[in-house]
């Protein structure tokens, strides 16, 4: 069935890059997504990728894709203390069946230390 | 604009109650999901639901759980004789297309005593 894995942690210091690495098994996925939890709060979408893409660049945020290796990855450059928060990345069905059902890792907490 | 709004923030209810959790979608939202964080882990789909219909209900389990979204007012996700292990975080969210990348809520906190 479908599965998205992500590492459970990831510790920075502020000013460094941080690397977010999920693995997907759907290869029929249309789009992959990245969004951001912070403490207490609801799930605010960073970013999303095209299955057709292999990176996509939005400010200090970097997605690569490795579509044969079904492998995302988010990089946050310059990480601040702001950018402490739980990462999750989904991803949505099939082309044509798609209904918008999203299918979540279990989230990557980043702490990022000043 | 407003958000999803979703109410209560925080719900606490006794094993055997029931608990009704609202969610109203953004303005020209017409597609409704609702999905539940246990803790310590990631979001698992419950229920897809476009106004008046249910279109997914794969991730609702087989018995005490319902949703609807009615023509009129919010969408509604409803716990009939609530367990402790329904206690979790419910997030809803909409969009105006049935596709993801969509707007969450803040969430209801459901505790169950």
């Known amino acids: 069935g479908e599965d998205v894995e992500q590492s459970l942690f990831l510790s920075v210091r502020e000013g460094d890059s941080s690397v977010i690495n999920c693995t997907y098994t759907d290869s029929s996925s249309t789009y992959l997504y990245w969004y951001k939890q912070e403490p207490g709060a609801g799930l605010q979408l960073l970013t999303y990728?095209?299955?057709?893409?292999d990176m996509k660049q939005d400010q200090r945020l970097t997605v690569l894709l490795n579509k044969k290796d079904k492998h995302l990855s988010l990089r946050i450059a310059d990480t601040q203390t702001g950018d402490s928060a739980i990462y999750f990345c989904a991803e949505s069905g099939p082309p044509g069946g798609n209904t918008g059902k999203l299918i979540f890792g279990q989230g990557t907490t980043l702490q990022v230390k000043p | 604009n407003a958000g999803v709004m979703q109410n209560p923030r925080h719900l606490v209810r006794r094993r055997g109650q029931e608990a009704r959790l609202r969610c109203s979608p953004m303005?020209?939202?017409?597609?409704v999901y609702w999905y539940r964080q246990l803790p310590e882990e990631g979001l698992k789909f419950m229920v897809y639901l476009q106004k008046e219909n249910i279109i997914d209900e794969s991730g609702m389990p087989k018995e005490r759980f319902s949703a609807e979204f009615p023509k009129e007012g919010p969408s509604i996700l409803r716990i009939q004789q609530v367990v402790r292990g329904d206690s979790a975080a419910y997030f809803c969210?909409?969009?105006?297309?049935?596709?993801?990348?969509?707007?969450f809520g803040s969430g209801t906190r459901l505790t169950v005593v």
């Open positions: 303005k020209g939202h017409s597609h």
């Open positions: 969210a909409s969009s105006p297309r049935p596709e993801g990348g969509y707007t």
């Open positions: 990728i095209f299955s057709n893409m």
